[in-house]
C-alpha cells in the first residue's frame, strides 16, 4: 500500500525567505504526486502535480517541486515566502483503485507560519 | 471553475443521531470522495463513488455509509453519531483518468461536524 510523510509538523519562516516542504512517498510504481495548499477554513486547493517527465514542475503561487525517484522525495519549494503563504500544506500520491477512481493518500500535512 | 458545494460548514449533532452530509458538484464529474481530517493524521478516504449507485470503501468506512442517487450529489451518512466521529469532513470530486492518467480532486470547504 502506498504511504506519505511530511516530517515536518510546522515550520516557520520570514516574509522573504525560501522555503523548502519535504515530502516522502512509498509506491510499488511510478507515483502521481501531488501538493495541495488548505487556507484556514478552506478546502483543498491544487498547487502542482507530477505524472511524468520532466521532474521539476512549477505550479500556482510561484511555487516548485522536484520529483527525486532515487530518494522517493517531491519537495515542494518557494524563493520568497509572502504573508498569504501561511497555510496547511499537504503532499498526497496517487493510486489505482477499482472501477476507475484513482485514490489519494495524503500526508500529516505541514503547517507554515510566515513572519512579518 | 468546478465547484463543490457542501451544505452545511458547521453542525453540531448529539450522540446517536443519525446525520446526512451532503455534497454536490456541478462538473458533471464522475468521481466522488469523502474524507475526514484529523489533526496530525492529514486526510483520510472514508468512501468513494465511480458512478451513480457505485461506491466502494476507503481506508476508514467503519460507521459510515452513502449514497449517490445521482451524478452530481453524494451523500456521508452517520448512521449513529458517535462523539469520535466529530471531525472536519471534505468532499471531492473528479473525472475518472482517461487512458490511465490521472485527473485533480477538487474539494468542497468543509463541513466541521461536533458530536456532543
Known amino acids: 500500500a502506498q504511504s506519505v510523510t511530511q516530517p515536518d509538523i510546522h515550520i516557520t519562516v520570514s516574509e522573504g525567505a525560501s522555503l523548502e516542504l519535504r515530502c516522502n512517498y512509498s509506491y510499488g510504481a511510478t507515483p502521481y504526486l501531488f501538493w495541495y495548499v488548505q487556507s484556514p477554513g478552506q478546502g483543498l486547493q491544487l498547487l502542482l502535480k507530477y505524472f511524468s517527465g520532466d521532474t521539476l514542475v512549477q505550479g500556482i503561487k510561484g511555487f516548485e517541486a522536484e520529483f527525486k525517484r532515487s530518494q522517493s522525495s517531491f519537495n515542494l519549494r518557494k524563493p520568497s515566502v509572502h504573508w498569504s503563504d501561511a497555510a496547511e500544506y499537504f503532499c498526497a500520491v496517487g493510486a489505482w483503485t477499482s472501477g476507475s477512481a484513482r485514490q489519494l493518500t495524503f500526508g500529516s500535512g505541514t503547517q507554515l507560519t510566515v513572519l512579518p | 471553475d468546478v465547484k463543490v458545494t457542501q451544505s452545511s460548514r458547521y453542525l453540531v449533532k448529539r450522540t446517536g443521531e443519525k446525520v446526512f452530509l451532503e455534497c454536490v458538484q456541478d462538473m458533471d464529474h464522475e468521481n466522488m470522495f469523502w474524507y475526514r481530517q484529523d489533526p496530525g493524521l492529514g486526510l483520510r478516504l472514508i468512501y468513494f463513488?465511480?458512478?451513480?449507485?457505485?461506491?466502494e470503501k476507503g481506508d476508514i468506512p467503519e460507521g459510515y455509509s452513502v449514497s449517490r442517487e445521482k451524478k452530481e450529489r453524494f451523500s456521508l451518512i452517520l448512521e449513529s453519531a458517535s462523539t469520535n466521529q466529530t471531525s472536519m469532513y471534505l468532499c471531492?470530486?473528479?473525472?475518472?483518468?482517461?487512458?490511465?492518467?490521472?485527473?485533480?480532486?477538487?474539494f468542497g470547504d468543509g463541513t466541521r461536524l461536533s458530536i456532543l
Open positions: 463513488s465511480y458512478d451513480v449507485k457505485m461506491k
Open positions: 471531492a470530486s473528479s473525472f475518472p483518468p482517461p487512458g490511465g492518467s490521472y485527473q485533480p480532486q477538487h
